[in-house]
């Protein structure tokens, strides 16, 4: 015990989507863990994501990149880290198609740099300890129209994104192997709610249709994903890291598949009601274009496993979460302005303008 706190947790990747509702839920349910927020504030890193937080007696900020393997092991010693959470990603695959070295750096050497420190600074003893591995269901590859990824599953990871992704977790599992690191990883389907980056399907289309702008569906939009609130993911992160045994991996997802034309069409209903507009008008935004190149098929998470093991299983329903995130969009535009005012702008025009 560290400063009367029972555990000292470093989220990296704190300041971004998921990582910034995690650090939340375990800095207001967790008041004997201190949680250290370590992030590199990137584009897609923003504190505007946790200021309700940040005056919390036991949560700390960090700016510390992963590639910078001194000031890691600093964090460590700084703060005494008993466990890690390590959500920091470059996790845009569109972007790993751009770019896919900035996706090795971060996500392959960037987590071989913290499982590294982890050895280092816990190698007296590593009783009580955890590294717990935030991963994706990408790595499974893609599914036909039947069947889902298990655990089991072997990998097939298609994108520059995913294949990082999958190198990461092999790492982790090896430095579990090698060297006894308490590791634990869980591989997720598709996250959406507040807070996240507008380059993804959900908050990229409801600004555009708050803005008037084109609805850009890939390819012939039948493309299937497996969506999940991302409270109900950070749930069962919370699950995992207390409950999981070492060295095990958990599938997280919520038996919910959407082709992107049905989600799309649902999201343009709800957007029409709440902006008042007369029924169909969003639809109307809808184009098609260019697809994404290697685009997989279809996801979807078979998450018997967490259930059976320890109950867990989603709190909110799609049309719930879906509801509920345009809310928050709507009523955080000045979020979303700050964003979209800046360097993302650039990406955009890249992205789409060939399409
Ligand atoms: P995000 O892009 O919103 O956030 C990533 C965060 O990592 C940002 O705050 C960024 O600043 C930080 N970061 C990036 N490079 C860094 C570096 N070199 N050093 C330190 N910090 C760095 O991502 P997200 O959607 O919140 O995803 C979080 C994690 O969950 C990722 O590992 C991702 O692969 C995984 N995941 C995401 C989803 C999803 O649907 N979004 C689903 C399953 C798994
Ligand atoms: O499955 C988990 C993964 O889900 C996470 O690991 C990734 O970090 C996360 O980005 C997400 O990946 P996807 O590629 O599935 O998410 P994205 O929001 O980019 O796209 C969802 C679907 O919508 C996909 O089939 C591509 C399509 N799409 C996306 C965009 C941005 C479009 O048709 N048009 C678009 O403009």
């Known amino acids: 015990m560290e400063n009367g706190f029972t555990k000292t947790i ?12 995690v650090v939340r839920r375990f800095a207001t349910r967790y008041p004997q863990y201190r949680i250290v927020c370590l ?7 923003n504190l505007e994501n946790l200021r309700d937080i940040e005056a919390l007696p036991n949560y700390a900020f ?9 000031a890691l092991q600093q964090v460590f010693a700084t703060y005494g880290i008993t466990d890690v959470i390590h959500l920091a990603a470059e996790s845009h695959v569109d972007r790993s198609i751009l770019s896919p070295l900035d996706f090795v750096y971060t996500n392959v050497i960037g987590t071989v740099n913290l499982l590294e420190a982890a050895k280092k600074a816990w190698q007296g003893s590593t009783d009580g300890r955890r ?6 269901d990408e790595v499974y590859g893609a599914l036909g129209d039947t069947g889902f990824f298990t655990e089991t599953t072997p990998y097939d990871p298609h994108s520059p ?11 982790v599992r090896a430095y579990g192997d090698t060297y006894g690191l308490p590791v634990v990883i869980s591989n997720c389907s598709n996250n959406y709610g507040p807070y ?9 289309f409801i600004n555009n249709v708050v803005n008037g702008k084109p609805l850009p569906v890939y390819g012939d939009g039948l493309y299937t994903r497996d969506w999940l609130y991302v409270l109900d993911h950070a749930s069962a992160i919370d ?3 207390h409950k999981a045994p070492l060295h095990s991996t958990y599938n997280i997802g919520g038996f919910n598949e959407w082709r992107n034309i049905d989600l799309i069409t649902l999201l343009c209903r709800l957007m029409d009601e709440k902006l008042g507009r007369a029924e169909g008008e969003s639809k109307k935004l809808i184009t098609y274009v260019k697809d994404r190149p290697g685009h997989d098929r279809r996801y979807a998470i078979d998450a018997t496993k967490i259930k059976q093991d320890f109950g867990w299983t989603p709190a909110v329903t799609f049309e719930q979460g879906l509801a509920a995130t345009i809310d928050w969009y709507l009523a955080n535009q000045e979020w979303m302005n700050h964003i979209t005012a800046g360097t993302y702008r650039q990406y955009y025009e890249t992205q ?4």
């Open 62 to 70: 960090s700016h510390t990149d992963l590639l910078d393997m001194q």
């Open 239 to 241: 699950v995992v890291f």
């Open 131 to 136: 590294f717990y591995h935030i991963s994706t």
């Open 10 to 21: 470093l989220v990296t990747g704190g300041a971004g989507f998921i990582g910034s509702h």
């Open 39 to 45: 992030d590199a504030l990137t584009y897609a890193g």
């Open 196 to 204: 996240q980056f507008p380059e993804k399907l959900i908050p990229l």
């Open 161 to 171: 994104y995913s294949a990082s992704k999958a190198s990461s977790d092999h790492f």
């Open 352 to 355: 789409y303008a060939n399409r």
